[in-house]
C-alpha cells in the first residue's frame, strides 16, 4: 500500500467513526513507514478521547426552552403596549371629549326615540290626541284621497283664498262705479252740448269721469 492510499482509507475509517488501530491493512503498512506509523498513532489517540467523552443529558431541549422564552416574552410585551395605549388614550383631553360626545348622541338618540314612541294623551296636539281612531300607522301613510272629493286646504290656504276673493270683489265693484260714471258723463256732456267740436266733448267727458271716480 502506498502512502496516498493509506491516508485515504484512514479518513474514510474516521468519516465511517470506527477505530483506525483496529484496521490490518494501516497497520501492515504503518510498520513499515514510520511517517505513516506516527499519523496513525496520533489519529487513534484522538479517535479514543473524542469516544470517551461523556454526552450530557438535557432534561429539556434547547430548542423548545429558547422558543418558549421568545413567545413568552412576545406575549407579555404585547400585552403591556395595549394596556399602555389604552390608559394613554383616555388620559387624553381629546379621548375623554370624544367619550362624552358619544355619550351625549346616545342619549339623545334615545330620548328621541322614546318621545316619538311614547303614548299620546288627550291633551297632546297631535292627531291621534284629536282623534281617537287616529293610530300611529295613519300617521306615518299619506291619506288615499278619492278623484271626486274636493280638496282641503289648511287655515292658511284658507285664509289666503278669502283674502284674494275679497280683492277681486272690490275690484269688480270699483269696475262697475266707473263703467257707470263714464257712462253718466258721457249721457251728460252729449245733452247739454250738441254742438260742441268731438274733441271738446271727450276731454270734457274725460274730467267728468276723473271728477265723479275720485268723488265717488
Given at each position: 500500500m502506498r502512502c496516498d492510499a493509506f491516508e485515504d482509507r484512514l479518513q474514510h475509517l474516521l468519516d465511517e467513526r470506527q477505530c483506525p488501530e483496529d484496521d490490518a491493512l494501516l497497520a501492515e503498512?504503518?510498520?513499515?513507514?514510520?511517517?505513516?506509523?506516527?499519523?496513525?498513532?496520533?489519529?487513534?489517540?484522538?479517535?479514543?478521547?473524542?469516544?470517551?467523552w461523556s454526552v450530557a443529558n438535557l432534561e429539556v431541549d434547547l430548542v423548545d426552552r429558547v422558543v418558549d422564552r421568545v413567545v413568552s416574552r412576545a406575549t407579555v410585551g404585547t400585552a403591556s403596549v395595549?394596556?399602555?395605549?389604552?390608559?394613554?388614550?383616555?388620559?387624553?383631553?381629546?379621548?375623554?371629549?370624544?367619550?362624552?360626545?358619544?355619550?351625549?348622541?346616545?342619549v339623545l338618540v334615545a330620548w328621541k326615540g322614546i318621545d316619538r314612541f311614547a303614548p299620546r294623551t288627550a291633551n297632546d296636539s297631535s292627531p291621534s290626541a284629536v282623534d281617537p281612531?287616529?293610530?300611529a300607522q295613519n300617521v306615518r301613510e299619506p291619506r288615499q284621497r278619492t278623484p271626486n272629493a274636493p280638496l282641503e286646504f289648511g287655515p292658511l290656504a284658507r285664509k289666503a283664498a278669502e283674502d284674494l276673493g275679497s280683492r277681486l270683489a272690490l275690484g269688480v265693484h270699483y269696475l262697475h262705479r266707473g263703467r257707470t260714471a263714464v257712462t253718466d258723463a258721457l249721457r251728460g256732456q252729449l245733452s247739454r252740448k250738441p254742438d260742441a267740436a268731438p274733441g271738446e266733448r271727450s276731454s270734457s267727458f274725460l274730467?267728468?269721469?276723473?271728477?265723479?271716480?275720485a268723488i265717488g
Open positions: 503498512h504503518a510498520a513499515d513507514c514510520p511517517h505513516c506509523r506516527d499519523v496513525l498513532d496520533a489519529q487513534a489517540g484522538l479517535f479514543d478521547t473524542v469516544r470517551d395595549r394596556v399602555a395605549a389604552s390608559r394613554s388614550w383616555w388620559q387624553t383631553a381629546s379621548g375623554r371629549w370624544t367619550a362624552l360626545a358619544v355619550a351625549a348622541a346616545l281612531g287616529h293610530t274730467f267728468s269721469a276723473a271728477s265723479r271716480l
